[in-house]
């Protein structure tokens, strides 16, 4: 993901410096939607370094990741489209390489109207995926760089804190759904309630960023757990145990 957002921005970068000397793309009033643009994706890879790494265990921040991810599938594919103009006008490949597929059907007026609209609409976008970015407090990279070891631990800590709210938007599967039935019933399974019910501990292990949290929600919120059980605590204990942080 990040390599894929880097080599966009460097790409818009490049044409940005283009354009400056291009009069007839100035003339179209495409100069300043590229420019923020530009802007946008400097803004959003500064801080990518702290969402990919939180993302990890934090589902509303990889659905934030995925929103991005999903606004760079866009932004190749108006360069996939470009190619495809360029090429239906027969433009030489010296002349697209020279000037970039972007900035070839910028300077065509059949085709910089609908390139153009669609930089405006991913700019709208981008700004969108920005704004919500401050929900999350993510550190720019070098604030990260420059936190002390201590203040890392202490940094890495908070994130991985989780609380039992559930995000229904953010389920998706078959599989996780088929999951959540199966601990469901082997909680619920003792239905003599006279009985001292017996300790029952059950362990999900996988790798991280698979969904252990999500399922784990899921069964905690799950209509029949609700029912049978008087209480339900929700515990979030990190790698690196603290009683200050935990």
Known sequence: MAIVLNAFTSYVGDLLKQVADDELTLLLGVSGDIAS?????RSLNDIL???ERRRITDESVQGWVRKLKDAMYEATDILDLCHLKAMQRGGSSGEVGCLGPLLFCLRNPVFAHDIGSRIKALNARLDAISKSASAFSFLKLEAYEDMTPAARRRNAAADRKT??????????GEKIEEDTRTLVGRLTANSNLTMAPAIMVFAVVDAGGIGKTMLAKKVLNHEAIQERFDKKIWLSVTQDV???YN
Not at 37 to 41: A, E, Q, S
Not at 163 to 172: K, N
């Open 242 to 244: 603290n009683e200050l």
């Open 37 to 41: 643009l530009d802007d946008r994706l």
């Open 49 to 51: 370094a702290d969402a």
């Open 163 to 172: 609380d039992p709210v559930l995000e229904r938007s953010a389920v998706v």
